[in-house]
Nanobody, 124 residues
Framework: QVQPVESGGGLVQPGGSLRLSCAASGLPFSSYVMAWFRQAPGKEREFVAGMKWSSGSTSYADSVKGRFTISRDNAKNTVYLQMDSLTPEDSAVYYC?????????????????WGQGTQVTVSS
């Protein structure tokens, strides 16, 4: 059973930074799109950022452009989400997802594999 595993969440002050990691063994990463979603209490799960592994092409939600960066480490089969200039509105459970696709899709329903999530809380 393939399951992405997230790590790196926590409590950070407004304006601070966090880096999330997602490792998923068993996936032929070169054929997959990896993405980060988030879900705040009472809200729907929303797309944050995604990367087509083979090409490195990326896509970001407008709300995080210029602040978040998705990247990968081929040797470690790990994808990262660097989050800078965090605000309380970024507080949510962050999920890593994988989909065998040719482009980065922003709808959660298209993703086949999901991690259990990691909590990010931005508060002073």
């Amino acid at each position: 059973q393939v399951q992405p595993v997230e790590s790196g969440g926590g409590l950070v002050q407004p304006g601070g930074s966090l880096r999330l990691s997602c490792a998923a063994s068993g996936l032929p990463f070169s054929s997959y799109v990896m993405a980060w979603f988030r879900q705040a209490p009472g809200k729907e799960r929303e797309f944050v950022a995604g990367m087509k592994w083979s090409s490195g092409s990326t896509s970001y939600a407008d709300s995080v452009k210029g602040r978040f960066t998705i990247s990968r480490d081929n040797a470690k089969n790990t994808v990262y989400l660097q989050m800078d200039s965090l605000t309380p509105e970024d507080s949510a459970v962050y999920y890593c997802a994988a989909d065998r696709a040719t482009v980065v899709l922003t709808a959660a329903r298209w993703y086949d594999y999901w991690g259990q999530g990691t909590q990010v809380t931005v508060s002073s």
